[in-house]
């Protein structure tokens, strides 16, 4: 996990990394130019030694990177039968000789979660991975003065957020900014029996797990006890596992709510973020700077109780029978993905970030995604059934689980606002609400 931003002004580059720098506080450095100032700072987690990294130059460009290239050492032995050669072990090294090599081709070639920036001298070209696991914010004034951040803070709120999946380029000359989707993929159910997208999915699977416990430094997993968490343990022996245990946080909620709410930049639906606080302040007392967690599979394979049919029921099915017509589930499912799963990433990455850990989602391997929407919608949702497909694999895998309710970050925030006081002004909470309002109620 990384920092990474770019302006004109070196003065500002410096100061925007410093407002991120519990995303990376092992190392940060700058690179500038006569029209450019790229910045860096860095989590190490592969090549722990190299120190040139922040940024890094070749061959006339520069790249700033922030993220994970699963699958950095195929590319680089597909880079090297080329004729590159390479000073590190680094995928950031990959990932910058990659676009040597295939400009914004490379992106196809991906396997990770990403956002990074190159200075080619002439523009500045941004992109984003396929989920939006990474984060990354632009601005670009009346005067054509083009900024970028992993964080909005470190932009004064004044931006736009690269939406996942697109790619931009901002021109120097021009002053322009071209932004395309660079991911065009249309779900599209596909003619497989159950037992070969079983086999396939068990195969994609273990192969995810894999690359994202490849790392130079401790790695656990958030277990929750549900099944996408179980089933990520199922292939790999996790010697560190973090469950949320919701207790009398009523206290330290309280401190720490500015600090989330600082951390978040933004307003959300839900208190999780707590939980997810918790789970990460647990893992770095340990020393874990990685954490595998289950993000992603309700969305791809139909894991919420508002898609099976006794739900549609009790809200009224009868009256409205056109409804499953109107959202069939195959479009509830994309939309969950290109929509609620944002928010849950956002919250997940800056509640990690917060604690200089990252976290690592093994069913958002693009194989998985692609995958997932093309697979009959029965083998997700069956009658009342919800991830058909993930529950008969974690039965397969682990024939003596016991399907259980899963210890999820339910936080008993009403009740800790509404306890006896002590010396817990409710204003505060009041100030912030309205605070967060007035900044994102026009943007």
């Known amino acids: 996990m990384c920092a990474i931003a770019g302006a004109p002004s070196k003065e500002d580059?410096?100061?925007m990394l410093e407002l991120m720098r519990h995303r990376a506080p092992d190392d940060a450095g700058t690179f500038q130019d006569e029209r450019f100032t790229m910045g860096m700072g860095r989590l190490k987690i592969i090549d722990l030694i190299s120190n040139d990294l922040c940024p890094i130059t070749h061959k006339g460009l520069t790249l700033t990177f922030n993220g994970e290239i699963y699958n950095y050492i195929d590319l680089r032995e597909e880079l090297k039968k080329i004729g590159h050669t390479f000073k590190t072990s680094s995928d950031t090294e990959v990932l910058l000789v990659a676009y040597i090599e295939w400009n914004e081709g490379c992106l196809d070639k991906l396997n990770g979660?990403?956002?990074?920036?190159?200075?080619?001298?002439q523009s500045i070209f941004l992109a984003r991975d396929i989920a939006g696991e990474k984060p990354l914010y632009y601005s670009l004034n009346a005067s054509g003065e083009f900024?970028?951040?992993?964080?909005a803070k470190a932009l004064g709120f004044a931006c736009q957020e690269l939406p996942p999946a697109h790619s931009a380029r901002f021109h120097f000359d021009k002053k322009t900014l071209d932004i395309r989707k660079w991911w065009q993929f249309t779900p599209k159910e596909r003619d497989i029996d159950f037992e070969s997208a079983l086999k396939e999915l068990d195969t994609i699977l273990a192969d995810s797990v894999r690359l994202r416990t490849?790392?130079?430094v401790s790695y656990g997993l958030y277990f929750s006890g549900g099944i996408d968490s179980t089933l990520i343990s199922t292939y790999h022996n996790f010697s560190n596992q973090f469950t949320y245990q919701d207790g009398d946080y009523q206290k330290e909620f309280r401190e720490i709510?500015?600090?989330?709410?600082?951390?978040?930049?933004?307003?959300v639906s839900t208190f999780s973020p707590f939980g997810l606080w918790k789970l990460a302040e647990e893992a770095r007392s340990?020393?874990?700077?990685?954490?595998?967690?289950?993000?992603?599979?309700?969305?791809?394979f139909g894991g919420y109780v508002r898609y099976v049919p006794n739900e549609f029921n009790r809200l009224g099915r009868n009256k409205f029978p056109s409804y499953t017509k109107v959202f069939p589930h195959r479009d509830m499912l994309w939309e969950e993905f290109n929509g609620n799963m944002r928010e849950l990433l956002r919250m997940g990455d800056r509640m990690a970030s917060a604690?200089?850990?990252?976290?690592?989602?093994?069913f958002l391997d693009r194989r998985i995604i692609e995958f997932a929407f093309t697979l009959p919608m029965s083998y997700k949702i069956r009658g009342?059934?919800?991830k058909v497909i993930l529950c008969e694999l974690l039965k397969r895998r682990m024939p003596e689980y016991k399907f259980q309710e899963k210890h999820g970050l339910f936080c008993s925030v009403n009740k800790w606002l509404n306890a006896p006081d002590e010396g817990f002004d409710k204003t505060t909470y009041h100030e912030y609400q309205e605070k967060i309002w007035s900044t994102f109620k026009d943007m």
């Open 113 to 121: 979660m990403f956002a990074f920036a190159v200075n080619d001298g």
């Open 286 to 300: 340990k020393n874990v700077k990685v954490v595998l967690s289950g993000e992603g599979a309700d969305e791809l």
């Open 257 to 267: 709510f500015p600090k989330i709410l600082w951390h978040l930049d933004y307003p």
């Open 214 to 216: 490849r790392s130079d």
């Open 13 to 15: 580059v410096v100061r």
């Open 355 to 362: 604690w200089g850990v990252e976290n690592r989602c093994p």
């Open 147 to 151: 900024k970028f951040a992993s964080e």
């Open 384 to 386: 009342l059934e919800t």
